[in-house]
């Protein structure tokens, strides 16, 4: 088995899991394309509100497809042992996780490439002015997302809670980007959850500044390789 091999597997699994397929592709695709085309039609604002939201809804995906998916499916795998077969490979466990990571990553960008054609037909969002830029980002945010999903199992004790774990992760990244409306929140905390990784990824796209994304997102980085050491491959033993 190679690297590949295992970023293979991993792209498999995630379009052959029907259930997984509904809850990390289909439900964050209806709301990042359904939401800005509903904000076209109902709001003065119009193509302004509907170009907004779809920035914004890019917490969604990367709080959803990145984030969540990785942690509900390397959950699973450990709890079904998997993990512990991949292990006995020649494989290296970083290996092993760079291959997940890899291709959750890229699913995402996938998606999120989707996402802005279609909001752009449907709603008349104008298409990212810096293409390079938008990749640069998005391609960044979605490995980030995806690299801390994997750290996150290890505070999880058993797959059937992964989904409700997740929960909270996506409520803050979608309020905190703006993706569920002009939600008031403490002028304290604005700053933290500026500094969050998908509020980096959606500020960035919306104001083309890189520096300061990138620099939160390389903190994340560092977090998340960090909390990989608590990264289990087997289920506890009660």
């Not at 590949?4 to 498999?12: E, F, H, I, Q, V």
């Not at 092993?96 to 909001?119: D, E, M, R, W």
């Not at 709603?123 to 996150?152: E, K």
């Amino acid at each position: 088995m190679s690297l590949t091999a295992t970023y293979r597997l991993g792209t498999r699994l995630f379009w052959r899991d029907k259930s997984m397929l509904f809850a990390s592709v289909i439900t964050p695709v209806g709301l990042a394309v359904g939401l800005p085309t509903l904000m076209r039609h109902v709001t003065a604002g119009g193509v302004a509100d509907a170009a907004a939201l779809a920035h914004a809804s890019l917490s969604i995906l990367l709080a959803i497809t990145a984030f969540m998916n990785i942690t509900v499916a390397l959950t699973a795998r450990r709890d079904q042992l998997v993990l512990k077969r991949l292990r006995s490979t020649r494989l290296t466990d970083g290996q092993l996780l760079l291959g997940q990571i890899a291709s959750t990553a890229t699913q995402t960008v996938a998606l999120i490439v989707v996402c802005t054609v279609a909001v752009r037909f449907a709603a008349g969002v104008p298409l990212p002015a810096n293409p390079l830029a938008f990749a640069a980002v998005t391609i960044a945010g979605s490995a980030v997302m995806s690299l801390l999903g994997a750290a996150y199992t290890a505070a999880i004790p058993r797959s059937e809670l992964a989904a409700a774990y997740t929960m909270p992760v996506f409520l803050v990244a979608a309020v905190a980007a703006g993706a569920m409306g002009p939600i008031p929140v403490p002028s304290w905390l604005r700053p933290v959850l500026d500094l969050l990784p998908t509020t980096a990824v959606v500020d960035a796209v919306r104001t083309g500044e890189l520096v300061v994304p990138f620099l939160a997102l390389a903190g994340w980085t560092a977090a998340g390789l960090v909390a990989l050491r608590w990264f289990r491959w087997e289920p506890r033993r009660s």
